[in-house]
């Protein structure tokens, strides 16, 4: 817009609103313009007399005015309503001013219609020659009336293409409004995470300090390679389970120092799910419950299992179980399943299955989420 340096700013800004479209807007419009042609092609064969002499006129008449109409929707009235009524509080004295403008705009709009019938080849198509039957006589339509008439018309149909362009900016406004709250709240979920896990490796390592200072050392090191790797997962909102797997790999690596023999690790990760995405740290979060919930709670060995697969019904499962020999009425605080569910409902809504058992001496995680198939695929 550096052509419109002279301009004042609320000409810059009118020009700067009246580039810059999305595809979804140019697809509309492109509809609207095939929809508009059709409709006055159809109007001008039941209107003039001997349309079929002038078949190239008509055509070039709709072809006309639809342009025309595409053109004063998107230049002269899409920027006056993101200037002015796009993203405000619709107020009385905001809307009455716009009508007033639509009002001017329709009687422009209508004299650039009308001009367009006075041109050479157009003139078999000049709506001024439209005459109202009364009785028997017939008499030509005042131009008056027809200004009248022209503008109403024009009026109303710009009204229209307002308000639906409006209500289209609102509904979209309040989805991506809608999204920024729940990417919002997906972070802060899984920033809390963060302390809950550090605290739980810190124990870890103090507890092998007295007892193995070299393995004590050795899971530091892990823990540093860990914590580097989670810095760089928080930055995002959701990871692959293949990238979820990584950090998980290396927890567990530490915890398999610490319990030693008492751990079993079992891993079954179906290929075609690693490169599917779950809210970041979520088998983290799981692993950790398992860990903290299953395997330090008892002294006899236990296991975790890691399992993930497809399902029948265009979806895919991941699943947490491990040993529990505590007794069905020592429940623990549950913040971490709350949290993983919770972030679930926000990115999947109905479309994820979150659900717990615990029977057998086994608790289990399963989640079941929407499969999405690769580009590649």
Same mark, same amino acid.
């Given at each position: 817009?550096?052509?419109?340096?002279?301009?004042?700013?609320?000409?810059?800004?009118?020009?700067? %609103?009246?580039?810059?479209? /999305?595809?979804?807007?140019?697809?509309?419009?492109?509809?609207?313009?095939?929809?508009?042609?059709?409709?006055?092609?159809?109007?001008?064969?039941?209107?003039?007399?001997?349309?079929?002499?002038?078949?190239?006129?008509?055509?070039?008449?709709?072809?006309?005015?639809?342009?025309?109409?595409?053109?004063?929707?998107?230049?002269?009235?899409?920027? %006056?309503?993101?200037?002015?009524?796009?993203?405000?509080?619709?107020?009385?004295?905001?809307?009455?001013?716009?009508?007033?403008?639509?009002?001017?705009?329709?009687?422009?709009?209508?004299?650039?219609?009308?001009?367009?019938?006075?041109?050479?080849?157009?003139?078999?198509?000049?709506?001024?020659?439209?005459?109202?039957?009364?009785?028997?006589?017939?008499?030509?339509?005042?131009? +008056?009336?027809?200004?009248?008439?022209?503008?109403?018309?024009?009026?109303?149909?710009?009204?229209?293409?307002?308000?639906? %362009?409006?209500?289209?900016?609102?509904?979209?406004?309040?989805?991506?409004?809608?999204?920024?709250?729940?990417?919002?709240? +997906?972070?802060?979920?899984?920033?809390?995470?963060?302390?809950?896990?550090?605290?739980?490796?810190?124990?870890?390592?103090?507890?092998? +300090?007295?007892?193995?200072?070299?393995?004590?050392?050795?899971?530091?090191?892990?823990?540093?390679?860990?914590?580097?790797?989670?810095?760089?997962?928080?930055?995002?909102?959701?990871?692959?389970?293949?990238?979820?797997?990584?950090?998980?790999?290396?927890?567990?690596?530490?915890?398999?120092?610490?319990?030693?023999?008492?751990?079993?690790?079992?891993?079954?990760?179906?290929?075609?799910?690693?490169?599917?995405?779950?809210?970041?740290?979520?088998?983290?979060?799981?692993?950790?419950?398992?860990?903290?919930?299953?395997?330090?709670?008892?002294?006899?060995?236990?296991?975790?299992?890691?399992?993930?697969?497809?399902?029948?019904?265009?979806?895919?499962?991941?699943?947490?179980?491990?040993?529990?020999?505590? /007794?069905?009425?020592?429940?623990?605080?549950?913040?971490?399943?709350?949290?993983?569910?919770?972030?679930?409902?926000?990115?999947?809504?109905?479309?994820?299955?979150?659900?717990?058992?615990?029977?057998?001496?086994?608790?289990?995680?399963?989640?079941?989420?929407?499969?999405?198939?690769?580009?590649? /695929?």
């Amino acid at each position: 817009m550096n052509n419109l340096a002279w301009a004042p700013s609320w000409l810059r800004q009118f020009g700067t %609103y009246a580039v810059g479209t /999305s595809k979804p807007y140019r697809v509309v419009m492109l509809l609207l313009f095939g929809l508009h042609f059709i409709l006055t092609w159809a109007a001008m064969q039941s209107l003039l007399a001997g349309t079929g002499e002038y078949v190239n006129a008509v055509i070039a008449r709709a072809l006309l005015e639809a342009t025309l109409f595409i053109a004063v929707c998107h230049f002269l009235v899409r920027p %006056y309503l993101r200037m002015n009524l796009v993203g405000t509080n619709l107020q009385a004295t905001s809307i009455t001013l716009c009508v007033f403008y639509l009002m001017a705009v329709s009687i422009v709009y209508f004299y650039i219609s009308y001009s367009l019938g006075k041109l050479d080849f157009l003139t078999a198509t000049d709506m001024s020659q439209i005459q109202v039957q009364s009785g028997q006589m017939g008499r030509e339509l005042g131009f +008056i009336a027809m200004v009248v008439m022209g503008s109403a018309q024009s009026l109303i149909t710009l009204s229209l293409w307002s308000v639906a %362009y409006l209500v289209w900016h609102f509904q979209k406004n309040k989805r991506e409004l809608q999204h920024q709250i729940n990417q919002s709240q +997906i972070q802060q979920l899984t920033n809390q995470l963060s302390p809950h896990f550090l605290f739980n490796s810190l124990n870890s390592i103090r507890a092998l +300090i007295f007892a193995d200072q070299e393995r004590a050392a050795e899971v530091l090191t892990l823990l540093s390679d860990l914590l580097r790797s989670q810095m760089h997962s928080q930055l995002k909102t959701r990871s692959t389970l293949g990238e979820e797997w990584q950090l998980t790999g290396k927890y567990l690596e530490i915890e398999k120092v610490r319990f030693d023999e008492r751990l079993t690790l079992e891993v079954d990760l179906a290929p075609a799910t690693l490169g599917q995405e779950v809210p970041t740290l979520t088998l983290l979060t799981l692993a950790e419950n398992a860990v903290k919930h299953g395997i330090s709670q008892s002294s006899r060995p236990g296991y975790i299992r890691l399992t993930s697969y497809l399902s029948a019904s265009h979806s895919w499962c991941l699943e947490v179980a491990n040993s529990h020999f505590n /007794s069905p009425g020592q429940p623990g605080t549950q913040v971490g399943q709350h949290n993983v569910k919770k972030r679930l409902e926000l990115v999947y809504g109905r479309q994820s299955r979150f659900t717990t058992e615990d029977d057998n001496q086994q608790y289990r995680v399963l989640m079941e989420l929407p499969y999405v198939k690769s580009p590649d /695929s």
